[in-house]
Every structure is written in structure tokens, then in C-alpha cells.
């Protein structure tokens, strides 16, 4: 970025990064830190659900904790983590929309929230569907562990991304 020309890159991310709720988020002393803090709130919320779901899933505490039990649990929590982590995530994005997209931490990290989205939907449609049928049983299904292991490996990459981007 050029400081005397302003951001350079696409019009609409331009037009993003300079529009009047851009410019508050940089120049406002407290509200991007406190963006920043609802986001790190609602990735623990939602990677920490996740993560005790994923642990279950690849067999941890299996038959002693039901899964479906455990889902009905943890699901709110992360769909709240998700609810909070993803409008806080678009308005630190605004702040820097024009560095951002060049920044290859902000690319890997979206690349695998795409990814971790898909993820979660193949497993609904396909172990997740039949969870109650194996709920109890001693080791979850391959498909359940494989979900598990790769959700697993997902979100803390995106986590590690996450934090990277500051310092890309
Ligand atoms: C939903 C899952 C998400 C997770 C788990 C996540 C995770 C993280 C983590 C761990 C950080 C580092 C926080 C820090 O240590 O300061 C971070 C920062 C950031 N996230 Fe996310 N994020 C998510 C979604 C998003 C989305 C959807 C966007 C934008 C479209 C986004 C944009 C950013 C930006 C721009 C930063 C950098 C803030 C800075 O360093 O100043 N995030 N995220």
C-alpha cells in the first residue's frame, strides 16, 4: 500500500477497505481490538467444541459417552462459535481487505474453512445421518473416524493460519 495513494487492488475491495465502517475499524482505538476478541471468542467456542466431537468421533471415550449424546450438546455451541467467529472474521477482513487477499495465510486459512464446511456436510449426509445406530458401539464407523481425524487436522490448521496471518 502506497500511504500517500491509499489502498491498491480489485475496485469493490477498495471500495470495501475505504468505506466509512473501513475507516472506523482502523482509526477507532477499541473497536478492532474488540472485533478481534469477539473472533478469538467465537473460534474457541467453535474449534473447541469441535475438537472434543472430533476425538469422540475417532473413538475416544467410546461406548462410555454417546455420540449423538454428545452432539446434542456440543452442536449449539459450535454453531454459536461459527455465528460469532464469521461476521467478527468479515469486519477484521474489511480493515485490510487489499493486503489481505495478497496475504497467503488469509488464502490458505479460507481454502481450508471451505474445506472443513464440506467436511461437516459429507459427514451429516453420510456417518452423522445413522449416528444413533452407532451411538453406543465400541468404535464408530470408518467413515465417522476418517470425518473425525480430517475435521480434526482441518480446524487446527486453520487456527495455526489464523494466527499466521499477522505475522505473513
Ligand atoms: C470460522 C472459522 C474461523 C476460525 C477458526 C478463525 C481463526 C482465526 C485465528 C486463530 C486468528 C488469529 C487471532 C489472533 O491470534 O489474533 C484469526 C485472525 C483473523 N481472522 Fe479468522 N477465523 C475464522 C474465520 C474467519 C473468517 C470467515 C474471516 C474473514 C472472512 C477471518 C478473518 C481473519 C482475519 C483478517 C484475521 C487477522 C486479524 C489480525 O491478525 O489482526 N477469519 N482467525
Known amino acids: 500500500m502506497d500511504h500517500d495513494q491509499g489502498p491498491t487492488g480489485p475496485g469493490w475491495l477498495v471500495a470495501l477497505e475505504t468505506s466509512p465502517l473501513g ?3 482502523r482509526q ?3 473497536l478492532y481490538p474488540l472485533v478481534e ?3 478469538i471468542l467465537g473460534l474457541a467456542l467453535l474449534v473447541g467444541s469441535i475438537v472434543a466431537f472430533d476425538l469422540r468421533l475417532m473413538g475416544a471415550r ?3 459417552l454417546p455420540a449423538d449424546a454428545l452432539s ?3 452442536l449449539p455451541i459450535s454453531v454459536t462459535g461459527f455465528a460469532l467467529a464469521v461476521p467478527t472474521g468479515i469486519l477484521l477482513f474489511i480493515a485490510e481487505a487489499t493486503a489481505l487477499v ?3 495465510a488469509f488464502l ?3 481454502a481450508l474453512l471451505v474445506l472443513a464446511l464440506v467436511n461437516i456436510a459429507v459427514f451429516h449426509s453420510l456417518a452423522g445421518h445413522a449416528m444413533a445406530a452407532w451411538s453406543l458401539a465400541d468404535r464408530p464407523p470408518r467413515a ?3 470425518a473425525g481425524a480430517a475435521s480434526l487436522t482441518l480446524w487446527v490448521a486453520i487456527l495455526a493460519c489464523g494466527r499466521l496471518i499477522a505475522y505473513v
Do not use: E, F, G, Q
Open 37 to 39: 476478541i469477539a473472533h
Open 23 to 25: 475507516d472506523t475499524l
Open 108 to 110: 490458505v486459512k479460507m
Open 102 to 104: 495478497r496475504n497467503p
Open 144 to 146: 465417522a473416524r476418517l
Open 28 to 30: 477507532s482505538i477499541w
Open 62 to 64: 467410546a461406548p462410555l
Open 72 to 74: 446434542r450438546l456440543l
